[in-house]
């Protein structure tokens, strides 16, 4: 029910990355997870992924460079600075109101322009705490950041998909499509893109 | 109404919140650089223990009340605010070597899983380790959770050799417990490690072994000097 792209082994579509559980698709559940699956996947995928991760490194060594992708700096200002707090109240509503139960095109197009203030808002930001240790302020904020990439794929995927099946129901498009393809969204240097399993 | 953390006062809204609501309601309306943990928010993670009015409680399960003291948990190495290092006690568990040693083949039944039921539940969270007092003048003590870890495995019926748990509690390790059940109180599964360590001294009799401490004579003068 959407999640990291993974194989049957677990693996990643990034060397070395494995993914288990709610945040990976191994694609057990098609489109609605039935409820006490979740609890059966993690412990079967689980064991497998053990398992797979041990004959991995087995094969490829291991070998992690630790690289400084932000540059956080440009974050630190002394003085008054407002936390994202409220942006987070304010995505939360958004998310839930317009990309909920019930979705239709014009609430999605409605949430795509709110989510782009909320980034403007939270590019703006600043965090006057620079202390590199245990800051739980910096942490839970660019966190936040994850949060509004993920939003923005949810909103993608589910302005895409024109249909109505398992969980995602749009009330424009009540019926199924014939097909039932999966939708894969990649994020790269020019952004977010969202296509269906077939389409290249 | 007022509470205090770390001797800090803060005025937070009265309505019926946890300790854990009142810290993130600290954080994101009047000190955001106020450091916490917690992860589950339900009761079942143990990564919220701390103390309040001196009685180690999980934030997200008590109640704030007016006047309310909050502080991180004792005897752990503070890190920041209300954060405490809790890596090495988990080293403490590695010298108890607590995982099956020799598996038999057994069927577990009610009746057995009955006997280790209330010692699994244990999270790690620290509460018993704050809470004991031995722990102020002996620094290496095993520790309450680490001797109900010991329990869960000796008292499973699947464990065919338990020799190994009995010899890796003697030292540092049960006879050192004062019994004062402060760890008992402190959980927040509602486990009784003193009845776990009082099981233990049992079993480790069985296994041939005896209290160290000498017994009270009159050559140490009963183990106290009222005369001093």
Same mark, same amino acid.
């Given at each position: 029910?959407?999640?990291?792209?993974?194989?049957?082994?677990?693996?990643?579509?990034?060397?070395?990355?494995?993914?288990?559980?709610?945040? /990976?698709?191994?694609?057990?559940?098609?489109? $609605?997870?039935?409820?006490?699956?979740? #609890?059966? +996947?993690?412990?079967? @995928? &689980?064991?497998?992924?053990?398992?797979?991760?041990?004959?991995?490194?087995?094969?490829?060594?291991?070998?992690?460079?630790?690289?400084?992708?932000?540059?956080?700096?440009?974050?630190?200002?002394?003085?008054?600075?407002?936390?994202?707090?409220?942006?987070?109240?304010?995505?939360?509503?958004?998310?839930?109101?317009?990309?909920?139960?019930?979705?239709?095109?014009?609430?999605?197009?409605?949430?795509?322009?709110?989510?782009?203030?909320?980034?403007?808002?939270? /590019?703006?930001?600043?965090?006057?705490?620079? $202390?590199?240790?245990?800051?739980?302020? #910096?942490? +839970?904020?660019?966190? @936040? &950041?994850?949060?509004?990439?993920?939003?923005?794929?949810?909103?993608?995927?589910?302005?895409?998909?024109?249909?109505?099946?398992?969980?995602?129901?749009?009330?424009?498009?009540?019926?199924?499509?014939?097909?039932?393809?999966?939708?894969?969204?990649?994020?790269?240097?020019?952004?977010?893109?969202?296509?269906?399993?077939?389409?290249? | 109404?007022?509470?205090?953390?770390?001797?800090?006062?803060?005025?937070?809204?009265?309505?019926?919140?946890?300790?854990?609501?009142?810290?993130?309601?600290?954080?994101?309306?009047?000190?955001?650089?106020?450091?916490?943990?917690?992860?589950?928010?339900?009761?079942?993670?143990?990564?919220?223990?701390?103390?309040?009015?001196?009685?180690?409680?999980?934030?997200?399960?008590?109640?704030?009340?007016?006047?309310?003291?909050?502080?991180?948990?004792?005897?752990?190495?503070?890190?920041?605010?209300?954060?405490?290092?809790?890596?090495?006690?988990?080293?403490?568990?590695?010298?108890?070597?607590?995982?099956?040693?020799?598996?038999?083949?057994?069927?577990?039944?009610?009746?057995?899983?009955?006997?280790?039921?209330?010692?699994?539940?244990?999270?790690?969270?620290?509460?018993?380790?704050?809470?004991?007092?031995?722990?102020?003048?002996?620094?290496?003590?095993?520790?309450?959770?680490?001797?109900?870890?010991?329990?869960?495995?000796?008292?499973?019926?699947?464990?065919?050799?338990?020799?190994?748990?009995?010899?890796?509690?003697?030292?540092?390790?049960?006879?050192?417990?004062?019994?004062?059940?402060?760890?008992?109180?402190?959980?927040?599964?509602?486990?009784?490690?003193?009845?776990?360590?009082?099981?233990?001294?049992?079993?480790?009799?069985?296994?041939?072994?005896?209290?160290?401490?000498?017994?009270?004579?009159?050559?140490?003068?009963?183990?106290?000097?009222?005369?001093?």
């Amino acid at each position: 029910m959407g999640g990291i792209d993974v194989d049957e082994n677990l693996h990643s579509s990034i060397q070395g990355l494995f993914a288990v559980g709610e945040c /990976s698709n191994v694609k057990v559940h098609g489109a $609605n997870r039935m409820g006490g699956n979740s #609890l059966l +996947e993690i412990v079967h @995928f &689980g064991r497998r992924v053990g398992k797979s991760i041990s004959q991995y490194i087995q094969e490829k060594p291991l070998h992690v460079k630790q690289q400084e992708s932000t540059n956080l700096s440009s974050l630190f200002c002394q003085g008054e600075c407002e936390p994202f707090f409220t942006l987070r109240k304010t995505l939360g509503k958004e998310m839930f109101d317009k990309a909920g139960i019930f979705r239709d095109e014009e609430g999605l197009c409605e949430l795509e322009k709110s989510l782009e203030v909320i980034e403007k808002t939270y /590019s703006s930001l600043t965090i006057s705490d620079d $202390n590199m240790s245990h800051n739980m302020w #910096l942490v +839970e904020h660019l966190k @936040f &950041g994850n949060s509004l990439l993920l939003a923005k794929a949810v909103v993608k995927s589910a302005l895409h998909r024109k249909e109505s099946r398992g969980a995602h129901y749009r009330s424009d498009f009540v019926g199924r499509n014939e097909k039932a393809l999966h939708s894969y969204v990649c994020l790269d240097e020019k952004g977010l893109h969202v296509s269906f399993g077939d389409e290249s | 109404m007022r509470v205090f953390v770390q001797g800090v006062e803060y005025q937070i809204p009265d309505n019926n919140m946890t300790v854990l609501n009142a810290l993130i309601y600290i954080r994101e309306n009047i000190n955001p650089t106020l450091a916490f943990g917690y992860n589950c928010k339900s009761g079942v993670c143990g990564s919220c223990a701390l103390r309040v009015n001196n009685q180690e409680r999980l934030s997200c399960e008590y109640k704030i009340e007016d006047g309310d003291k909050i502080e991180p948990l004792g005897r752990h190495h503070h890190v920041k605010d209300l954060l405490v290092d809790k890596k090495p006690l988990r080293q403490i568990l590695q010298k108890v070597h607590t995982w099956l040693h020799v598996r038999s083949e057994k069927v577990m039944d009610e009746s057995s899983i009955e006997l280790i039921e209330k010692q699994s539940d244990c999270v790690l969270c620290s509460s018993c380790f704050s809470a004991c007092p031995v722990l102020d003048v002996k620094f290496d003590f095993l520790g309450p959770f680490a001797l109900t870890r010991a329990y869960r495995y000796v008292a499973d019926v699947r464990e065919e050799d338990k020799s190994d748990f009995i010899e890796d509690i003697q030292m540092n390790g049960i006879w050192d417990c004062t019994l004062c059940g402060e760890c008992a109180i402190a959980c927040p599964a509602g486990i009784n490690p003193k009845a776990d360590i009082l099981a233990l001294r049992t079993k480790s009799m069985q296994y041939g072994y005896f209290d160290p401490t000498p017994p009270p004579s009159f050559d140490d003068e009963f183990g106290f000097n009222p005369n001093f």
